[in-house]
């Protein structure tokens, strides 16, 4: 029997305005081309149009508006982009029924409406990437990144001058692209942006459909859509904004995993101040506090900076009691390093060298107390594990809920015979030292 293969959704393209709006149209075709599309020459054949826009004079922006009135009425399935894409309100409020609105440059967020608007039918037979795409993880994880760059301007930082402002993903696409993850092995999604609290302030929080059902782009509303997919969800470079508290409600209902991962980088006011670091002025103790009243098990992962440009004794004793009384499941730190352009270079007060290794050894020595006593009072409790390798003398290695991969503690299974990578398994904890567990599965 013959096989039929789907034949490709096509993208019709008008584009307007000047040269440099043209190679934009080049490189989103190229993409789209290579993505699997085809173009489409007319109106009638596409199932997407994409309208490029110019908005440089007032006579461009009226002939671009022209140009999404006529593919509007044409064809009726419309994305717009380009320089007009500034204008999202006026585009919007005009035509109502545009299914996109993508600003200059921005190719990924273009081709990412696309994907949305006319899905490619997966084919064995036609796709030569899997329909997760191609990863560097292994199959049962993956990272998911839902925005680029940042508004933020930390001193000792310099991503923002090397990505821009913050950028975040329409949640459609995002929850798309989950979706196919799953569908294609993945076991747990791992959240990463520059600021995942921030998601979606770029977006003005505006709402998307997703499966019928509105969804904001906004953390919360992400979180909780991501948690109805059937993977882990796990989230990073999560900022303590106030709204985060109403992240936590979904982790003690299960649709997110109970891990936070907060960068506070340091605990003292000065020190923060100095390093302009978001969301310092929130009382960060009381709200962890409240945290696990809410989700007893919650694991908090961080990283600080010691010996940042001005830390005196009294700043580093601060945040050793405010470590203290943290309690934090994981901690890395760093000794502060100066970045070429980062502001913080130029700030009086360097730490000498010697002073930092020694505050650097007292915090590792701080925290890899806490951890080894938290650990500890995990014996002879029942967990849940995913397993990342397997070997045939019944050896494993695995992470709880409390474990990201690469950065925190993992889990060390014995007799675990027939149990595979990727594997959900119950565990019994036997043991644990300052950053590991040890285990058996059960049944
Ligand atoms: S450290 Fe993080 S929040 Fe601060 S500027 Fe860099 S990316 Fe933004």
């Not at 007009?84 to 299914?99: E, S, T, W, Y």
């Amino acid at each position: 029997m013959a096989t039929i293969l789907p034949s490709p959704p096509k993208v019709g393209m008008v584009s307007l305005g000047c040269p440099k709006a043209l190679v934009d149209s080049e490189r989103i075709l190229t993409k789209l081309r290579s993505d699997g599309y085809q173009l489409s020459p007319d109106y009638d054949a596409a199932d997407v149009v994409l309208v490029n826009t110019c908005g440089f004079l007032d006579s461009a922006k009226e002939e671009s508006l022209a140009a999404i009135g006529e593919a509007i009425a044409e064809n009726g399935r419309v994305i717009v982009t380009g320089c007009m894409g500034k204008d999202a309100d006026l585009i919007r409020a005009k035509f109502p029924q545009v299914l996109a609105v993508t600003g200059p440059h921005q190719y990924e967020q273009v081709v990412g409406a696309v994907h949305v608007a006319a899905p490619i039918p997966p084919s064995a037979y036609l796709n030569l990437v899997p329909e997760g795409g191609l990863k560097l993880t292994p199959r049962h994880y993956s990272y998911l990144k839902i925005s680029e760059g940042c508004n933020h301007r930390c001193a000792f930082c310099i991503i923002p001058s090397l990505r821009g402002d913050l950028v975040s993903r329409r949640p459609d696409a995002i929850l798309r692209e989950a979706e196919k993850l799953v569908a294609a092995g993945t076991k747990e999604l791992l959240v990463i942006s520059q600021d995942t609290s921030a998601y979606g302030v770029d977006l003005r929080h505006a709402e998307w459909s997703w499966k019928g059902e509105p969804v904001r782009a906004h953390m919360t509303d992400l979180a909780r859509e991501l948690g109805k997919l059937g993977a882990w969800v796990r989230l990073h470079y999560v900022y303590p904004y106030p709204h985060v508290d109403r992240v936590i409600p979904l982790m003690a209902e299960g649709l997110v995993l109970p891990y936070l991962d907060i960068p506070f980088q340091h605990a003292s006011p000065s020190v923060l101040k100095a390093m302009k670091r978001p969301a310092n002025e929130a009382k960060v103790l009381e709200r962890i506090r409240s945290w696990r009243e809410i989700c007893p098990d919650i694991a908090i992962r961080s990283s600080f900076v010691v010996g940042f440009p001005g830390e005196t004794d009294a700043d580093f004793d601060y945040l050793m009691q405010w470590l203290e009384e943290a309690q934090l499941d994981r901690v890395g730190a760093f000794r502060f390093e100066p970045v070429e352009g980062a502001a913080a270079n130029s700030l009086p007060g360097v730490v000498p060298e010697e002073v930092k290794e020694e505050r650097y050894a007292r915090l590792m020595e701080l925290t890899a107390r806490i951890s080894a006593a938290k650990l500890q009072a995990k014996i002879g409790r029942e967990i849940d594990v995913i397993v990342d390798l397997a070997d045939e003398e019944g050896g494993a290695t695995g992470r709880s809920m409390a474990d990201a991969p690469e950065i925190d503690g993992e889990v060390h299974l014995r007799d675990a015979h027939g149990i595979a990578q990727g594997d959900f398994v119950r565990v019994l904890v036997e043991d644990a030292d300052e950053h590991d567990l040890f285990g058996v599965p059960l049944g």
